[in-house]
């Protein structure tokens, strides 16, 4: 499986938008993009996935650049309940296993 | 829908006894997981089951075993326990069809081994 890189944490200005990068250089052509969060120890959360074309939802955008090596996944307007460690993962189309790295720990300060 | 549900929350094992994390779903999901989450640290794979009578290993399997003979259901049991053991253990499923889908996540299960 190709392997994510992610900055270890970031901030953030509540109502401001968070861009949150991904590198995946490796990844192969049958291979997802998914995002999921963790909010303070919960279990986590969905937030969106895309193969190569930008995908939005009522939560976030994700941006796949053309070469599909890396992404950014966009909070338009975060909220102090944003706060969350945030976990870019790559998986294959039929390999259900999700496997997390260490994530991005995003702080959104009013 | 309740979603993935987790029981017991909490639970405090001294060395060497045992117990079941239970798990249930209500959406009909195919496939279930057990990830384990030690302290400052990403989830780790333990187990899952892409169906009722069928299990495999995960990244980290050693210590645990499962069984899935429903489909709602997927209990996790810690024979042995050891301190190693000590983790916040969630549970979570998908429907894998033609395209991938998410995962739901339950709550997650806090055991302290002593």
């Known amino acids: 499986d190709a392997k994510t890189t992610q900055p270890t944490s970031m901030d953030c200005a509540e109502g401001r938008a968070a861009n949150l990068p991904c590198n995946h250089s490796?990844?192969?052509?049958?291979?997802?993009v998914y995002w999921y969060r963790q909010i303070h120890s919960q279990g986590p959360q969905y937030i969106i996935h895309g193969l190569k074309n930008n995908e939005t939802n009522e939560m976030a955008s994700l941006i796949i650049t053309e070469d599909r090596k890396s992404s950014t996944l966009i909070l338009p307007h975060a909220t102090l309940r944003d706060t969350a460690v945030y976990y870019c993962i790559v998986r294959l189309r039929n390999d259900y296993k999700l496997s997390f790295g260490a994530g991005t720990t995003v702080t959104v300060r009013a | 829908n309740a979603g993935v549900t987790q029981t017991p929350k909490f639970r405090i094992l001294k060395i060497g006894q045992s117990m079941t994390l239970q798990c249930t779903q209500d959406m009909n999901h195919n496939y279930m997981y057990w990830y384990r989450q030690d302290p400052g640290m990403g989830l780790k794979l333990i187990y899952y089951s892409v169906g009722a009578g069928i299990t495999d290993k995960g990244e980290v399997p050693n210590g645990y075993n499962v069984s899935r003979s429903t489909t709602e259901d997927f209990p996790l049991r810690l024979e042995l326990a050891a301190p190693s053991q000590t983790s916040v253990y969630f549970c979570a499923s998908s429907y894998e069809g033609k395209l991938p889908t998410e995962a739901f996540f339950g709550q997650g299960t806090r055991l302290t081994v002593v």
């Open positions: 490796t990844i192969s052509g049958n291979e997802y």
